[in-house]
């Protein structure tokens, strides 16, 4: 698996996630849920606990890297992201795909799981935190493709996405259940290496600003 690791940016630090993120996770969802419709976000103490030792599990099988979103300007815990369908290429077209190591970086991922506290939203905090994700994919890491998905009726975060400066793809129809216990269509979106650079420097302008 790969070895959690810490990254830090203009507005945010993403901190490997632990148990000690737990009472902060838990404060920053009760700020105010009324933006949690369509993102399953943990409530209460217990539900953040489940949802570090859920995290922690995908991460111990190779299938995830999540981090606590820490906000410099005050250093509160405002939310949680993470790297997730983390793959590595096989050589040929029949060798099956990998999990990576720290000596095998992946070549595809999706960066997911994001949510939150309200008073982080529509600040620079969700700019800084993808810029840092997408840099260390690209710029550290040899990745070719990174996804993002979300439940097709969210327009906010379609939006999000997409001032990101992400591709749309299109819609997987009746993909995962939904929080609300629908099916959910899902929207893909992606970026690949060769759009990286175009991409980098909107958000690093964005994050300046």
């Known amino acids: 698996m790969l070895t959690p690791f810490v990254l830090e940016g203009r507005h945010a630090r993403l901190e490997p996630l632990s148990e000690s993120h737990v009472p902060g996770l ?39 890297l999540p981090w606590a979103v820490r906000r410099l300007a005050d ?12 793959e590595v290429f096989g050589a040929t077209p029949t060798e099956p795909a990998q999990p990576p190591t720290d000596g095998r970086p992946p070549s595809v991922l999706e960066i997911g799981h994001t949510w939150y506290a309200a008073s982080a939203q529509r600040t620079g ?23 993002l998905k979300t439940d097709a009726r969210n327009r906010v975060s379609r939006t999000a996405i997409e ?21 959910r269509d899902t929207a893909y979106f992606s970026i690949l290496r060769e759009e990286w650079p175009e991409v980098r420097a909107a958000l690093r302008r964005r994050s300046s600003g």
């Open 26 to 64: 838990a404060e920053a969802a009760a700020e105010d849920r009324s933006s949690y419709a369509y993102t399953w976000v943990p409530e209460g103490t217990a539900q953040a606990e489940e949802y570090v030792r859920s995290a922690l599990a995908d991460h111990a099988r190779g299938r995830s």
């Open 75 to 86: 250093g509160r815990i405002v939310g949680s992201t993470r790297y997730l369908d983390l």
């Open 125 to 147: 905090v969700n700019t800084d935190v993808k810029l840092q994700l997408l840099g260390q994919a690209f710029d550290v890491w040899p990745v070719l493709r990174v996804t």
């Open 163 to 183: 001032r990101l400066g992400a591709r749309f793809e299109g819609v997987r129809r009746v993909h995962v259940p939904a929080t609300d216990g629908s099916l």
